[in-house]
């Protein structure tokens, strides 16, 4: 309050605004020497009720710093922001130094309101002299631009599609006032050029290494793009969301695990495998994601990850198939069935989106990627088979 009263003397006045607003306050090596308080006038509009910073501290630059954090901070929820002040010539000057135009005048308040005259230089100030300055021209397009990347690499990494990724980042820059963006995104790439006024231009590449997909993360991401387009939420706010949706763990192991083994015996019996035959690709499909989870923990290669796996469910299947108590008949229905986890279907349909929606150079990676998944789970299924045949001395059935 001591700090309050030094641009407001009549603490009355101060507790009018005080409690609807959100005060700030500055500090150096561990000492408060500027605060502030802004309040909400509503229709995208706000007021700087109070700058004040202590007498030793003054003319060193506090208070111009504090006014740009601010312009800064309320940019994604406010366009404008005004400030009123008396008809003192320097308040005045540094107020026009910080990037803010006349609006308007409400004459006699400080007469109206006030017990006391007010001075300041000597001047008695009478007439409240309002100022406004746009929002837009305080931000920063790097740190924009980088709000935007961030949150288009986390959305590529866990699964997104190129579509959503760029309109993701687009929708970003824009509500941030950055008047021309250019975005090219691939499967595992992204390139920004953003641009505000003619002198400010802003060029980041970021590569994205193509992983597993996270629908949990992808979804919180669309949410936070949805408040920051509804000015609900500014810039430091939605990184630390960012930071916060990027540590979103997975499902635990037990439910991915249990997860595997039901999509198997779904998939299992859809393509035409008993009841019986289900049974055991679920078995065998909890057994399998054991092993994946294993691969994931020592951040093995994809192609050891799904050769070993098409082996394993082969194995598995044949020793299920030489147990009369399980009652199976068919190799083929068992193994149908199990695989399902290793298959990126994902990844497979996110290519043809891509496509299309002619994205055709991250359509056709991301398909690649798709097939070549494919070919490792052959590779092991056609292996253990082929040892199992020549054990056997015929064709398995």
Not at 120 to 130: P, S
Not at 173 to 181: A, I, L, W
Not at 211 to 235: C, P, W
Not at 347 to 357: H, P, S, V
Request: net charge negative; charged share 20%; hydrophobic share 45%.
């Amino acid at each position: 309050m001591e700090m309050l009263l030094l641009a407001d003397p009549q603490e009355s006045m101060i507790d009018r605004y005080l409690d609807q607003g959100e005060m700030y306050v500055l500090y150096d090596q561990g000492r408060a020497v500027t605060a502030a308080v802004v309040t909400d006038l509503g229709g995208g509009k706000c007021e700087l009720k109070n700058l004040s910073t202590i007498p030793e501290e003054q003319r060193k630059g506090y208070g111009r710093y504090m006014i740009h954090f601010l312009c800064e901070h309320y940019s994604g929820r406010y366009d404008l922001m005004y400030v009123g002040t008396g008809n003192s010539p320097d308040t005045l000057g540094f107020y026009h130094a910080c990037g803010f135009v006349n609006s308007h005048i409400v004459a006699n308040f400080f007469v109206d309101n006030y017990k006391e005259p007010i001075y300041e230089n000597g001047i008695r100030l009478t007439d409240m002299i309002y100022l406004k300055k746009k929002l837009d021209s305080e931000l920063d397009v790097k740190k924009v631009v980088d709000l935007a990347v961030e949150a288009g690499r986390i959305l590529l990494k866990n699964g997104a599609e190129i579509f959503r990724v760029e309109e993701t980042m687009d929708r970003i820059c824009k509500k941030f006032h950055v008047d021309y963006v250019d975005t090219f995104t691939l499967s595992h790439a992204i390139f920004i050029t953003a641009e505000k006024g003619m002198n400010e231009v802003y060029t980041k590449v970021k590569n994205v290494p193509l992983s597993g997909a996270h629908l949990g993360i992808v979804t919180e991401v669309n949410a936070l793009s949805r408040e920051i387009s509804a000015g609900k939420i500014g810039i430091d706010e939605a990184w630390e969301k960012l930071r916060q949706i990027e540590k979103i763990p997975p499902k635990k192991g037990y439910f991915q695990v249990l997860a595997a083994g039901v999509g198997s015996a779904a998939f299992g019996y859809l393509l035409g495998a008993s009841v019986n035959e289900s049974l055991v690709a679920f078995g065998i499909g909890c057994l399998l994601y054991l092993w994946v989870l294993f691969a994931k923990k020592l951040h093995m290669s994809k192609i050891i990850v799904n050769i070993v796996g098409g082996a394993l469910i082969t194995l598995l299947a044949v020793l299920a198939l030489h147990i009369p108590a399980f009652g199976v008949a068919r190799l083929d229905g068992m193994i149908v069935g199990a695989i399902m986890p290793l298959v990126p279907g994902l990844a497979f349909t996110n290519a043809i989106r891509d496509i299309a929606n002619s994205d055709f150079l991250s359509g056709t990676v991301r398909m690649i990627d798709a097939l070549m998944v494919f070919v490792y789970i052959a590779v092991g299924v056609g292996t253990m088979l082929s040892i199992y045949n020549n054990m056997i001395g015929g064709i398995a059935v």
